[in-house]
T-cell receptor, first 110, second 114 residues
Framework: TQLLEQSPQFLSIQEGENLTVYCNSSSVFSSLQWYRQEPGEGPVLLVTVVTGGEVKKLKRLTFQFGDARKDSSLHITAAQPGDTGLYLCAGGAGNTPLVFGKGTRLSVIA | DAMVIQNPRYQVTQFGKPVTLSCSQTLNHNVMYWYQQKSSQAPKLLFHYYDKDFNNEADTPDNFQSRRPNTSFCFLDIRSPGLGDAAMYLC?????????????FGDGTRLSIL
């Protein structure tokens, strides 16, 4: 069974601070996705990474896929209250549906 | 805009009274998923349709069923809801069901059980 462990589970920071959240597995994934979910809404896809070592940037968000395609990180620079939400990583492999991590709940305080 | 629409957004039902949640999509994706999400937890996959092929997760309770009458619509039927079934139910779609195809989610139906 493929599992994705996310850390930290909860994170509360001040506006303007930087943060990194992690997504780790003992399994290899062919791709890894990050979603953000705001209260009362469905998850929204932020990025998909497919190549080991790949780095993608989305404004203040930087996503990295580990060289061995077993882990990923999301770094947010100068966090803003609008970044508040549940960040979910999800891994894909073979012909099976995505495996979701349990998420990191981020709260950015103004 | 192409999207995934879930109705209703909020549903209240009584313990043991059957309830149906609906999902429609204008993306023309061939795969549709139903997830259950409880507070502060990750979405838990209940089942998915690859075209007309139904795929049930091993630990999905027997009183959860689904119907997909056509490409655009998918329904989640809960035959006898218990208090533990109170949750957010998310519908999602994708092109193809594997190799990490990104999923497009609706905004969910929050189900309450009285």
């Amino acid at each position: 069974t493929q599992l994705l462990e996310q850390s930290p589970q909860f994170l509360s920071i001040q506006e303007g601070e930087n943060l990194t959240v992690y997504c780790n597995s003992s399994s290899v994934f062919s791709s890894l996705q990050w979603y953000r979910q705001e209260p009362g809404e469905g998850p929204v896809l932020l990025v998909t990474v497919v190549t080991g070592g790949e780095v993608k940037k989305l404004k203040r968000l930087t996503f990295q896929f580990g060289d061995a395609r077993k882990d990923s990180s999301l770094h947010i620079t100068a966090a803003q209250p609008g970044d508040t939400g549940l960040y979910l990583c999800a891994g894909g492999a073979g012909n099976t549906p995505l495996v979701f991590g349990k998420g990191t709940r981020l709260s950015v305080i103004a | 805009d192409a999207m995934v629409i879930q109705n209703p957004r909020y549903q209240v039902t009584q313990f043991g009274k059957p309830v149906t949640l609906s999902c429609s999509q204008t993306l023309n994706h061939n795969v549709m998923y139903w997830y259950q999400q409880k507070s502060s937890q990750a979405p838990k996959l209940l089942f998915h349709y690859y075209d007309k092929d139904f795929n049930n997760e091993a630990d999905t309770p027997d009183n959860f069923q689904s119907r997909r009458p056509n490409t655009s619509f998918c329904f989640l039927d809960i035959r006898s809801p218990g208090l533990g079934d109170a949750a957010m139910y998310l519908c999602a779609t994708s092109i193809g069901g594997g190799k990490g195809q990104p999923q497009h989610f609706g905004d969910g139906t929050r189900l309450s059980i009285l």
